[in-house]
Structures are given as structure tokens and as C-alpha cells.
């Protein structure tokens, strides 16, 4: 389960973490790593997924807060004159 930084820090109504009441129904939370779509400098409309840096410490802290895994949705788009393409990467948290 994916989901966003914002739901990762969420509380439910009884106070408790909402990632360790999925994780006590065996469902293990992930978040999206990258930072999101900007435009490329200098580019004729290009943009790309921006996040690798600072990628560690922020897999560290989610990790700590409960994700169990990571995704990425790689974009990069050549605007009206190319083509458009997509990757999407997922990586548990082992190691961090």
C-alpha cells in the first residue's frame, strides 16, 4: 500500500499511528519517494521526476516512521516534439 508522505504521519482518531494499525492487519504501508514533476532548465516544455537528493535520509525517516517499502514514478517527457516515457521502481527498505 502506497502512500503519501502527508498520510504516513496521520493519526486516527484514537491516537494511534495509522501505519501501525496497518501494519497490526498485516499490511505493510509504503510511501513515494521522488518529489514530484518540474520542468526541465532551458527545455522546451521537458519536464522529469525531481527526489534523488536527499533520497537516504528520507527513506530512513519514513522507514522509522513505519513504510515498509518505497516507490518512484519515473517521468520524462520530450514535450511536443518527442516521445514520452514512464518507469515505475519499487525497493523495500531493507538495509536502511
Known sequence: MNRSEETLYQKAQSGQQFVDLLL???????IKVDTGLQPLPG??????TQGLDGLL???KAYKK?????????????????GPAGVSRSSRGMQGL
Request: aromatic content about 6%; proline content about 3%; hydrophobic content about 20%.
Open 24 to 30: 497490526a492487519q498485516g499490511i505493510y504501508p509504503g
Open 43 to 48: 527545455g522546451r516544455g521537458e519536464t522529469a
Open 57 to 59: 535520509e528520507r527513506a
Open 65 to 81: 516512521q513505519g513504510a515498509r517499502c518505497g516507490c518512484s514514478d519515473n517521468w520524462c517527457s520530450h514535450g511536443r516534439q
